[in-house]
C-alpha cells in the first residue's frame, strides 16, 4: 500500500473517531458492551453497571445498601424493562410530580452521602430517572395486581389462631395481621406476573464478566 494511500486511511479512521465523538456530545451513546436484549430493546453495561451503583448506594428512599454482582443487577434491570414494556402497552401506572420530585430529592441525597466510588459520572438526570422508573413500577403493581388481592376475616382469624398457638404475640391487631397478609399475597402475586411475562419475552443474554 502506497504511503498516500495509508495516509489516507489513517484521516478517515480520525474523522470517524471525531464524528463518533460529536455524535455522543449530541446525546447519542458511543460503542460499548451490552449486557442484554429484552424483546428487541438493548441494554448496556453501563446500564447495569449504574443500577447495581444505585442499589448499593441504597439511593431509593427506605431502601438498604445492597451489594450485587454483575448478573444480579442485570437481572434487577431486565425486571424492570418488562414492566415498563408492559406499562407502556397498558398505559396503566403514573406518578405524582410531587412525590417524585420528594423522592429525586432524597436520592440525590443519598447519593452524595454514598461512599462507594461507583457513583462517579452519575448524572442528577440519571437518578432522578431511576427514581421516577422506580416509582412508575410500583404503582404499575399497586394498579395491576394490589388493587384485586383481599385478604377475607376469616383468613385473618385463621392466621391470628395460628399464630397465638405457636407461641406468637397475642398483642397483634387484625389490622396488622391483615396488612401483612395482603402484602405477603402481593408479593406473590409479583412474582408470578414476573415468571409468566419472562417465560413469553425473548430474554436474549451477553456473556458478562465480573469487574
Not at 486511511?9 to 442484554?36: K, M, W
Request: proline share 2%.
Amino acid at each position: 500500500m502506497s504511503l498516500r494511500g495509508a495516509l489516507s486511511i489513517h484521516l478517515a479512521a480520525l474523522f470517524l473517531l471525531a464524528a463518533n465523538g460529536a455524535r455522543a456530545l449530541d446525546g447519542y451513546r458511543v460503542y460499548e458492551s451490552t449486557a442484554a436484549s429484552v424483546n428487541g430493546e438493548v441494554l448496556f453495561l453501563s446500564d447495569v453497571a449504574r443500577e447495581g451503583c444505585f442499589h448499593r448506594c441504597a439511593a431509593m428512599p427506605g431502601s438498604k445498601p445492597e451489594v450485587l454482582t454483575l448478573q444480579e443487577a442485570r437481572d434487577r434491570l431486565i425486571a424492570d424493562v418488562l414492566v415498563l414494556q408492559e406499562q407502556r402497552k397498558l398505559a396503566l401506572g403514573q406518578v405524582d410530580n410531587a412525590a417524585l420530585s420528594a423522592s429525586a430529592e432524597e436520592a440525590a441525597a443519598r447519593m452524595t452521602a454514598c461512599g462507594s466510588p461507583c457513583k462517579a459520572g452519575i448524572r442528577p438526570e440519571e437518578v432522578r430517572s431511576w427514581v421516577e422508573r422506580k416509582l412508575v413500577i410500583r404503582d404499575f403493581f399497586n394498579r395491576r395486581v394490589g388493587m384485586f388481592v383481599e385478604v377475607s376475616d376469616e383468613d385473618v382469624e385463621r392466621e391470628i389462631r395460628r399464630r397465638t398457638g405457636a407461641g406468637g404475640s397475642a398483642d397483634l391487631t387484625a389490622d396488622q395481621v391483615r396488612e401483612e397478609m395482603r402484602e405477603a399475597k402481593v408479593a406473590q402475586e409479583v412474582r408470578n406476573w414476573y415468571d409468566r411475562t419472562a417465560s413469553k419475552a425473548r430474554i436474549v443474554l451477553s456473556p458478562l464478566g465480573e469487574k
